[in-house]
Each structure stands twice: as C-alpha cells, then as structure tokens.
C-alpha cells in the first residue's frame, strides 16, 4: 500500500522559514521522482517543484530561488526547504511520486499524502 505522510508544516512571519518533509512507503522510491504540490484556499492544486532519481531538480517560477528539494533515499524521504516565505505561499502542501514530472497535477489523479498546512502571516 502506497502511503505518504507530509509534515513541517505550521505558522511562520512573512521572511521565515520552514522545512517540510514527506516520508514515503510502499512503492520503489529510490527509482521514481517526487513532486511536490499546494493548493491555497479557495484555489486549485499548484505543482511547486519536482526532484528525479537521479537528484536533478526543478520549480516553478513562483518559488524558484526561495524552495529547494531533496531527497534521502535511504530514509524514503523527500525534503521541501522554503525560505523567504510570502504570504501568498500559504497553502495545504502535498507530495506525490511521479515517473515523469507532470506539472498538471490533480488530487484525484495518482497517490497523495494528508497534506501539511503552511501559514505564512504577521
């Protein structure tokens, strides 16, 4: 059974700092990519950033140079480290595994884990 649990989330001031993680059991982690994805309220799933097996790394523009991905594979883990947080980061945060990282992503669509909720408020 695929299971992903998401943690780290919480509340943190405009300019802080979190880091999220989501420990993966289940399936062959080592062998797939790890996306990370959040949906802010009253908006749909956003994909923030992707990590392949191989540990090349991608984002989207709106956390490019403020999030960094990574991954344990001997811990079944992939990482979320987010500086520089804005406000209008402030959302339920989800990892997924993915053969090829997919941009499109929705939560009816492949494994998702509980979410982690991030705030980002004064």
């Known amino acids: 059974e695929v299971q992903l649990v998401e943690s780290g989330g919480g509340l943190v001031q405009p300019g802080g700092s979190l880091k999220l993680s989501c420990a993966a059991s289940g399936f062959a982690f080592s062998i797939l990519g790890m996306s990370w994805a959040r949906q802010a309220p009253g908006k749909g799933l956003e994909w923030v950033s992707g990590?392949?097996?191989?540990?090349?790394?991608y984002y989207a523009d709106s956390v490019q140079g403020r999030f960094t991905i990574s991954r344990d594979d001997a811990k079944n883990t992939v990482y979320l480290t987010m500086d520089s947080l804005k406000p209008e980061d402030t959302a339920v945060y989800y990892c997924t595994p993915q053969a090829q990282l997919n941009t499109q992503v929705r939560l009816d669509d492949g494994y998702w884990g509980q979410g982690t909720q991030v705030t980002v408020s004064s």
């Open positions: 990590i392949y097996s191989d540990g090349s790394t």
